[in-house]
């Protein structure tokens, strides 16, 4: 990404896609290495075909009690050929390991665990060449996160049920003929005798070099529910030879992400930010509002800044913004896929501002979202004045 300017102050606005489920509500994937798989199911059924069986883990969300047995996950030999077992919720809402060529419940749950909450279960598969064992670990209302992710609400195993050949295909979904509910199945790995525990934290986004960071009243730069939408800004005045030069990020892990980069004339060239606020919102909407912000000076340059992350399933990602009334567009960017992509767009109105609260501008997007983070950012100017600037939409984009 080059500058096309030197001696204006710039300011860098990051936005990433990441894997924490504290309070999953449309789940979503993510990989955290060559060993572990991520899959997420908006109802329905899907497939995956293995060639042996690791310990899983999935968090499930139902509204109601299903109206029949319902498998969440199922495991069958080559080719969907025997079908074998399955785990999933009995009409009590309970959990329960299905033994299907018996159609027999090998196992039930102590607890019902709750609707309209994320549920985690854990499960190990003892298998001798003819009999199965599996052993069950069930983890209530996840999503009120800390000692919820960790707290063992439930633990058992089934009694032993004939299996005569190794899995080697596994369904998982959840449908039942009146309702279907959200599935995310993450994780399978290497370790028989592991107990996967939480699913994974988010990635770790490395500051671009002789950039500060710009850290926001309340800092709320992360939108939770779903995996993690979180956003960073970072500014630095341009000197002779920042032309052309390249900005590098770095993440621990793969993620979606995306990157706006805006460059402004006649601001103040060391303290450059007035004030910065930053609000989330996680629910869905085409819309993502700024937080207010006081200035705490005249003259200031007003930027808002707002970026959404697609929903898992949805048919597309945001690929177009309407800019807020009394608004230009000075950046926007647009990751390509589905699931994950992050957008931004950064705007202005080319005015200073006499001392006051400003805010409360609405971008709307093409697309609905459940998560967004928002800025508003005072620049210190001497002078209004239109910005320049450039976006990035497919930055370490995994898919």
């Known amino acids: 990404m080059g500058y096309d300017r030197c001696d204006r102050?710039?300011?860098?606005?990051?936005?990433?896609?990441?894997?924490?489920?504290?309070?999953?509500?449309?789940?979503?994937?993510?990989?955290?290495?060559?060993?572990?798989?991520?899959?997420?199911?908006?109802?329905?059924?899907?497939?995956?075909?293995?060639?042996?069986?690791?310990?899983?883990?999935l968090y499930y969300y139902r509204t109601a009690l299903p109206p029949q047995i319902t498998r969440l996950f199922q495991q069958n030999g080559a080719n969907s050929t025997p079908l074998q077992w399955g785990i999933g919720l009995d009409t009590a809402g309970k959990v329960i390991v299905r033994d299907i060529p018996a159609a027999a419940t090998r196992y039930t749950s102590t607890i019902t665990p709750a609707a309209n909450v994320w549920n985690r279960i854990e499960w190990q598969v003892v298998w001798n060449g003819s009999t199965t064992t599996i052993n069950i670990r069930i983890y209530e209302n996840t999503n009120a996160g800390g000692a919820a992710e960790t707290t063992l609400d439930d633990s058992g195993s089934s009694t032993a049920f004939t299996q005569a050949a190794a899995g080697g295909e596994y369904n998982f979904g959840m449908q039942s003929p009146s309702q279907t509910y959200d599935l995310y199945l993450d994780d399978m790995g290497l370790d028989v005798n592991a107990w996967m525990g939480p699913a994974g934290t988010s990635a770790v986004l490395t500051p671009p070099a002789g950039w500060p960071e710009v850290v926001p009243t309340g800092t709320q730069q992360v939108a939770v529910g779903a995996g993690e939408l979180s956003s960073r800004c970072f500014r630095r005045t341009a000197v002779a030879g920042d032309s052309g030069s390249t900005i590098t990020l770095n993440t621990d892990v793969n993620a979606h992400g995306s990157i706006d980069l805006v460059a402004y004339a006649g601001v103040d060239q060391l303290a450059l930010v007035d004030v910065a606020a930053a609000a989330v919102k996680s629910a869905d909407s085409t819309t993502v509002t700024t937080p207010n912000a006081t200035t705490l000076v005249a003259g200031d340059l007003i930027i808002s800044a707002f970026f959404d992350r697609a929903n898992p399933a949805a048919a597309g990602a945001t690929s177009t913004w309407t800019v807020p009334g009394g608004e230009s567009l000075r950046a926007s960017s647009f990751g390509t896929g589905t699931d994950g992509r992050v957008a931004g767009l950064v705007t202005d109105d080319g005015v200073t501002h006499a001392i006051g609260t400003y805010g409360s501008k609405v971008a709307t997007a093409d697309k609905t979202s459940y998560l967004g983070v928002a800025w508003t950012i005072g620049l210190l100017s001497a002078t209004g004045g239109a910005g320049t600037g450039q976006g990035i939409g497919d930055l370490l984009t995994h898919n």
């Open 9 to 57: 102050p710039r300011l860098l606005l990051h936005a990433g896609a990441f894997g924490n489920y504290v309070d999953p509500l449309q789940p979503r994937s993510r990989d955290d290495g060559a060993d572990r798989l991520d899959h997420v199911v908006r109802g329905g059924l899907e497939l995956l075909r293995a060639a042996v069986l690791l310990p899983d883990r």
